[in-house]
């Protein structure tokens, strides 16, 4: 309640300074900040609607239920791999099963690497099987593996040091785990910086809060120019105590064999499904998650989850009856593994309707117990969320924080569009994240249909506003 | 402080019933709890030493730095390895280097079991490789594998009332993880119950509180007439899904390969040292961990934490220039895993001596932050061990639990000797018991630090006093 108190206090002073009128969104509105949160209070009744409808109704558990048929069906969907494509398929047929408006496909033309068979044997000081998955687009290694002595390092700095040692080693990072963006810095660079100084593989410690010896694959990046060294990751325990044999001094000798290999780019698709807007249907809101993962697990909290909540808060609204001013628009992604391949191809074929755009959102964070929203957007638009999510005080998920992003809709909000993530236990996320056990074991359906709720009302109620969200 | 004071009002009221005369041990005592208590509290300088050398002294982490190091260079340590009998020849060498007494090691015969190469692959209704442990002492399949559909039951009960549909199955068990003493009943008899209604194999949920994926091995025993069929772990997720599946009526198909063996039984030792007692050398305060582990991970958490800090209790105590009147004496069990292989044999060899075991100790559930310490024992034992703990209040270790027990000593506590344990979170301790994630990453130097101080106090005080612990 002080939260929103305090939210209140800095909104009317931000209005003050245009004499008790705002100017909102491209400066369509003269409408003050009172008249505004009282529209979005009048929306009170929906919102209890849907949250009663999603959490204690018949629609409880269907996201959850929805989304385990699928991956039980298809399991882990890559990109380029036949799995992602079934899914696709599955999920066109399903939304248009749903009564969902305007479902149809968006060719894209996606990566297509494969991890083959792979291995990660030590050989020196002792001979130990070792957990390891190749990271994303990474090349394979001769048939025979590459065989050679480890050169251990705690950071990019300590590798520079030491540059004239990496020559002809394999080099294993291990980093610590102070925060996911840092940490990931590694998996993505750290086979670049390690051709830089000679070595001829990179063995990157899993980028993860928790572990019980669980390799966290990903994507990283060659650059022109530097020579395409194998790549993969392996657990925290190994690169842990290759750091304490190598500060014991030890040799550490290692045999990697990585089948990996990339094909030339195949055909994919987004996914798209629409609740057609009422009076401004132009005009859009955008939900969604997205299709793809990694080759492992199920990816069921990445991004079944954000993608079946996301289904789910059409489903919501259409099981009510509800249509709003301006078009609900789900989008499914394909290839957002690989670099929000999708979402690139989507905005680029759409970016010309940009104006129309509200708000664009997400969910590629987990959809466990939510803590709230994240937003990026102008001050005037993050008050009117926030008021918005005051709506969701039923399930007592109000807070919004800064930083909206996702990868798929990074390009909106980097061209001005507000953007929403939906924000819950980033520890928890990460410690599945990217790894065999992302399944539905972590999945709860009690948590899902709270996320499902918070989607459904926010997209809703912004879709069916007077006006679209003001912009900087 | 509201415990203890509740503590000793019970035990004043148990004393008066004897005139304020209490006999303990063998009734070779008159003293009164009160004069007891005063000796305990004598040991509170003796106690603080401990404590500061473990603690806060040069010997801190060294029993993290030390068990790093065995682990790190022996690995895993599974009944008839190799790697087992290297680790029992280092150990002995470490204790003789470290100055403790009569240290040797006592020669037991014991399983010599080997899991070869294994896999299991869903074959219906999609293709999945399945990460799997055969358990302990399980056959193996045929070169080819056992390839079957899958009856999927969730307990005892569920089999019996299906069994009919079990013959030429494989019998998923999708048990609940209530507790690990419920749960691992499925892990042990879950072949016997599967062979018995026909089945060809069978496949047990990991006994865990948690799983990133994660397979958990074990021990499990076949029964004298009944077949034996190959039997192994799966993982939580896949156990869920496969109940999932099964209750859509999809039908599960899995190809099932283990190159499990049994081999004739090895030569092995449990190893011995001693600070042998300067006034009733025959009489012995018993210390102990297993140094045997599961053929996964490093065996740094069971028991290898376990087995240090009952090391690093001697090495304290002899530090510290102490001798305690009777002698305290460190046992590393070899073969526990297999059902506590050494320590029968230790009991069959040392039982002639039980009436000079004054309390035998094993710590086998974890070196973490310890709860306390969990004791079995008669009333008047256990209100003289809940003053010593008193001593401990310095590091906040003082509650004393029911049930202390561990396999290796438990031979010792049914024939009436007092037992303790050191119990910690086991929440955490069945996260990584018996996977490959048991390595010296879930291992916190501090936290052993503390667990070797509360065993070093304990043993030292109860071998140090002037009477023995009174039995039933």
Known sequence: MKFHVFVFVGVVHLLSLNS?????????????????????????????????????????????ERLALLVDTVGPRLSGSKSLEKAIQIMHQNLQEDGLENVHLEPVKIPHWERGEESAVMLEPRIHKMAVLGLGGSTGTPPEGITAEVLVVTSFDELQRRAPEARGKIVVYNQPYTSYSRAVQYRVQGAVEAAKVGALASLIRSVASFSIYSPHTGIQEYQDGVPKIPTACITVEDAEMMSRMASRGSRIVIQLKMGAKNYPDADSFNTVAEIIGSKYPEQVVLVSGHLDSWDVGQGAMDDGGGAFISWEALSLIKDLGLRPKRTLRLVLWTAEEQGGIGALQYYQLHKANISNYSLVMESDLGTFLPSGLQFTGSDKARAIVEEVMCLLQPINVTQVFRAGEGTDINFWIQAGVPGASLLDDLYKYFSFHHSHGDTMTVMDPKQMNIAAAVWAVVSYVIADMEEMLPRS
């Not at 409408?31 to 959490?55: H, M, P, S, W």
Request: glycine content about 12%.
């Open 20 to 64: 008790g009128k705002a100017v909102y969104g491209n400066g369509i509105s003269q409408r003050t900040f009172q008249e505004i949160k009282e529209e979005i209070a009048c929306y009170g009744d929906v919102a209890k609607a849907i949250i009663n409808l999603a959490v204690y109704g018949k629609a409880q558990n269907r996201s959850y």
